[in-house]
């Protein structure tokens, strides 16, 4: 099973990888972006989708690790209330 998922990962990349190219190639000329802040810049469309689409990815990443964090934290402070209820009852029973 784990030979499938590592095949079909691989074969996923490949065509991704293959459509970015593809992708770069038929869209290489300059695209100026007008900042709010006067600030023109002019790069291929290729090049501004990939810091789009990194910047995106890189923003989700952060957030996605910090609700992570929060969940950990959270279940540890459960898992001691837990230990805690379960000593107590010990000394009940």
């Known amino acids: 099973m784990?030979?499938?998922k590592l095949v079909l990962s691989v074969v996923f990349?490949?065509?991704v990888l293959a459509y970015t190219l593809a992708f770069a190639a038929h869209n290489s000329e300059s695209v100026n972006v007008n900042f709010l802040a006067g600030i023109q810049i002019s790069m291929?469309?290729?090049l501004w989708a990939g810091i789009f689409?990194?910047?995106g990815a890189l923003i989700v990443w952060l957030?996605?690790?910090l609700g992570s964090t929060a969940q950990k934290?959270?279940?540890r402070?459960?898992?001691k209330?837990?230990?805690?209820?379960?000593?107590r009852l010990d000394k009940v029973s």
């Open 44 to 46: 291929p469309l290729a």
């Open 81 to 87: 209330e837990l230990e805690e209820a379960k000593r």
């Open 2 to 4: 784990k030979q499938i």
């Open 13 to 15: 990349f490949v065509a």
């Open 63 to 65: 957030i996605t690790g």
């Open 77 to 79: 402070q459960l898992q």
């Open 73 to 75: 934290l959270k279940l």
């Open 53 to 55: 689409v990194s910047a």
